[in-house]
C-alpha cells in the first residue's frame, strides 16, 4: 500500500498543499537484492547474501534477518606478518577517515568491512558504505580513507598532510 502525506500550510490566508517524500521501506534481503543487482547485473546469490564485483573488487554482501544485520567485506590480505605500525594505522583510520567502513580482522584475513542494522539500511546508506568499502580496500597502505570527508580530531589528516609535504618537497627540484 503506498500512502503519500499532504501537508496543508496556511500562508496569508491561502493554503499551500506540500507533499511529503514517502520513507523508504524497511530493507529486506530481497529489497538488498535488487539494488545489488542493480549496481553489478552479474552479481551472484550466495547462501545468504551475494557475491558481486565493484569497481574491479569482490564484494561478499552477506545478511543475517534474525539478527537485522548486514555486511559487506572485501579481503584485503593476510593478516599473517601485520606489523604493530599497520595495526596502528588501520586503528587511527576506523577513528577518523574511513567513515562507515571499517578495517577488521577475522579468519586470518584483513577485511574492509560496513557493517549495519539491515531493516534501518536505506538505498542510499548501502551505496555509500559500499564505495566506503572499496575506497579503504583500495587506500590501504596508502591513505587508509573511505573516499568522503573526514570526521577529523584523530591523526589522518596529519598524516595525510604529511605524505602531500613529501611529495611538494620531491616536486621543489624539477
Not at 124 to 131: C, D, T
Not at 163 to 168: A, D, G, K, R
Amino acid at each position: 500500500m503506498i500512502r503519500l502525506a499532504i501537508f496543508v500550510i496556511f500562508l496569508a490566508g491561502s493554503v499551500v498543499a506540500q507533499e511529503a517524500a514517502e520513507p523508504e521501506p524497511p530493507m529486506t534481503y530481497e529489497r538488498l537484492g535488487k539494488i545489488v543487482f542493480a549496481l553489478d547485473p552479474d552479481a551472484q546469490p550466495l547462501g545468504p547474501g551475494f557475491q558481486m564485483t565493484v569497481s574491479d573488487r569482490s564484494v561478499l554482501v552477506v545478511t543475517d534477518i534474525n539478527a537485522d544485520r548486514m555486511r559487506a567485506m572485501i579481503a584485503i590480505r593476510s593478516a599473517e606478518g601485520l606489523s604493530p605500525a599497520d595495526l596502528q594505522r588501520m586503528m587511527q583510520a576506523n577513528f577518523d577517515s574511513t567513515l562507515d567502513a571499517r578495517y577488521a580482522l577475522a579468519n586470518g584475513t584483513l577485511w574492509a568491512a560496513f557493517i549495519h542494522p539491515l531493516s534501518r539500511l536505506n538505498k542510499e546508506q548501502l551505496i555509500s558504505g559500499l564505495a566506503q568499502t572499496v575506497n579503504i580496500a583500495n587506500t590501504y597502505g596508502t591513505l587508509y580513507t573511505g573516499g568522503a570527508a573526514e570526521f577529523g580530531g584523530g591523526d589522518s589528516q596529519d598524516l595525510q598532510r604529511a605524505l602531500i609535504e613529501e611529495l611538494l618537497k620531491k616536486g621543489e627540484e624539477i
